[in-house]
Every structure is written in C-alpha cells, then in structure tokens.
C-alpha cells in the first residue's frame, strides 16, 4: 500500500510523551515494549510504539546525520527499532519541521529528504511531525515536503502532522498525511485547562468542544487527531472511562500515553476494551456528532456499519444525573452520514459497551444513573419490534 491508504482506520498505539517527556531510554523503552505485548494491548488492536521528542543526540554528526542519544540508546536505533518489530510491533519516531524539536532538539529544516531515509533505513513505520521553531515556514509546504520525503523512501510511514490545529489542517492535510492534531497539547485534566504562561494545556472536554466544528472532515486515511490519551495518568475513573470512550466516538487515533509497566487493572481494562475500540475502528470512519438531552447530560451519536449505531451519554456536570428516556420520543438525523431514526417504528437492541453485557431493547424505556463525569455507551443493532 502506498502513503494516503495506510490508515483505513484511527491508528492506535503507545507514544512516550505524556508520561516520560525527554526521560526515555533503550532498557526502559524495551520493557513497554514487553508489557506492550503481555498486558493484551497488542491484542486488542494497538500497533505502534512511538518514540516522542528527546530520542536524539544534541547535534548531528559531521555528516549531517541525525543519531540517537547513545546513552539513551547505547545499541543505536536500528537496534531499538529491531526489537519493537521482533515483537511484532510497528515503530514510530518524531520530529520537527522547525531548527530545532520542541524540547531543543535538532530539527529536520532543510534536511527533509535525509531523515526520511535515515528513518527508512531504521524500518521506521510512523513519524510525528512538530512545529515548533519553525519562524515564517509556510505549513502546509512544510508538511508537503515532508510527506513527499518519506513517499520517496518507498517505505510506507504514516505521517502524523502536529501543528495543533492552527493553521486548519482539516482543510489540506489529506493526502499530505494520514493524521492531524487539532488542537495544542492534552493534560490529564478533564474540565480544567492549565495555563503554563506562553501556553495552555488542554482539557478533556476542552479538546473534546473543539472537534465539533470539524466533524465532516474526519476519515479514512486523513483523521482529525485530538491528541493523545491520559487513561491512567491521574484522572477518575470516571473520567479516563469518559475521556476513551468520547475518543472512540470520535472515531480519533488511539495513543495510550500512560506507564504500561505500572497500569492498574481498571486502566487496562479501559484501554483493552475491545467493543469500544471497535467502535472507534468501525470502517466507515465517521465522527460522532453531539445532540443535547437536557442541561449538561449529552448524547454523542456514531453512525457504525450495518446500520449499528453507538449512543454516549455523557454526564458533563459534577453531580450525578437521572437519565430517563423513553425512545419513543428520539429522533435522530444525520444529513451528513444519511442516518435517520424514528424510535417511534423503529427498534434496536442495546449492548452496554462497559458492563459488556445486553441491556434490551428500545421498545422499554431507559432509567439509568451516571456519576459525575460518566458515559454510559450502547451500541444499537436494528431488530424487529
Ligand atoms: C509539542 C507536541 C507534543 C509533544 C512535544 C514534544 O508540544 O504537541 O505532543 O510532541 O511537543 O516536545
């Protein structure tokens, strides 16, 4: 497959920043890679394990070429990038259209076309692109450049274009690359933003607001990339619960970005939930969109495949909430995926996608309690009356 049709669907994976910023190295790296494979990630439909920023030696050699730091990375990339594919893992890296990386390290300006075989030769399957001091760099260009870079190689890389969203990516990031942020960086905070002076760390719900507007972007092989995951980085349950499954209807890419070596049972359990991941990987690859039940409890709604449907209702506030629905009072369009529903003559059955279990019919009415910052998720299967 050439670039622009390697991913159908959202990719999943594990990146190391959220957790590690620059503090990674070759032993550590490996032993993730490890719980990667035995905690059921792997299983579950994850495939990528990417290196972020700090991976690379303060300066290039006298060739101009990039090196791994090599007390990160005493045995080299090569050899790192070996083991992730021994594994049977894809290996992703990152960097930065600008001088320098974010975190100061050398930059890929003006050497587009000699990183992208450096990491060719690595048997690099994924690149995170930065934008960071990139002064006047027309973007989309800048993007363009790279992404005809990395199609010379031969070798198919996905191509995560990270420009946080601030130059409308949405509009020319198809087929320039597979993924594009579209917004500035998570935190593991799911209402409250936090402000670092020259920048702020985005929310949950913040980001989660902000993909509305470019819902009908979003698709195969170009997808809105609202960042990466904080299960398990300090969140309630609740809330990393929430945080996923909103993810999943957005159909978004899946990047773990916890410590796999210490996560919780529940952690797991949230990120190897497989009826919510195939939400997330349904083919049509389709956003859900947001109708409001009452103030502050949400229903987001993901047109699937087969006519299946999956409905979050999504308790925003901090107390608890009583949803009450008679179905017969929903309808439920969708001009942009042609969905149509008349619960009135229209019947689906319910799975409730965490407790894992069938939870009846639409033709009964629906009494259920969320918790603060709760989703309860059903996927509805048409059935007869
Ligand atoms: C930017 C990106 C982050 C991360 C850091 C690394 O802030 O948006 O996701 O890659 O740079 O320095």
Known sequence: MLTGQIAPTPPMGFNTWNTFQTKISEDMLKEMVDVYVSSGMKESGYQYFVLDDGWMSMERDQNGSL?????????????????????????????????????????????????????????????????????????????????????????????????????????????????????????????IDKDYGNWTAQSVVSILDKQIPIRKYNGPNHWNDPDMLEVGNGMTYNEDKSHFSLWCMLAA???????????????????????????????????????????????????????????????????????????????????????????????????DLWLKKDAGKTDKKLERDLASHEVIVFKLTPSSK
């Open 253 to 351: 890419p899946l990047a773990a970005g916890n410590d796999l070596r210490k996560m919780s049972p529940q952690t797991r359990d949230i990120l190897t939930n497989k009826e919510m991941i195939a939400v997330d990987q349904d083919e049509r690859g389709i956003s859900a969109f947001k109708m409001m039940m009452e103030d502050s409890l949400e229903l987001w709604v993901k047109p699937l495949k087969n006519n299946e449907v999956a409905f979050c209702f999504f308790n925003r506030t901090t107390g608890s909430k009583k949803l009450n629905l008679n179905w017969k009072d929903l309808n439920i369009s969708d001009p942009q995926s042609g969905l149509e529903i008349h619960f009135d003559n229209q019947y689906f059955t319910l799975r």
């Open 67 to 191: 090196v791994a730091d090599p007390v990160k990375f005493p045995h080299g990339m090569k050899a790192f990038a070996d083991y992730v594919h021994s594994k049977g893992l894809k290996f992703g890296i990152y960097n930065c259209a600008g001088s320098k990386t974010c975190a100061g390290y050398p930059g890929t300006r003006g050497h587009e076309y000699e990183d992208a075989r450096l990491y060719a030769s690595w048997g690099v399957d994924f690149l995170k692109y930065d934008w960071c001091n990139t002064d006047s760099l027309n973007t989309p260009e800048a993007y363009k450049t790279m992404s005809a870079a990395l199609k010379a190689t031969g070798r198919p890389i996905v191509f995560s274009i990270c420009e946080w969203g601030g130059h409308t990516p949405w509009l020319w990031a198809g087929g320039v690359g597979e993924l594009y942020r579209t917004t500035g960086d998570i935190t593991a905070s799911f209402v």
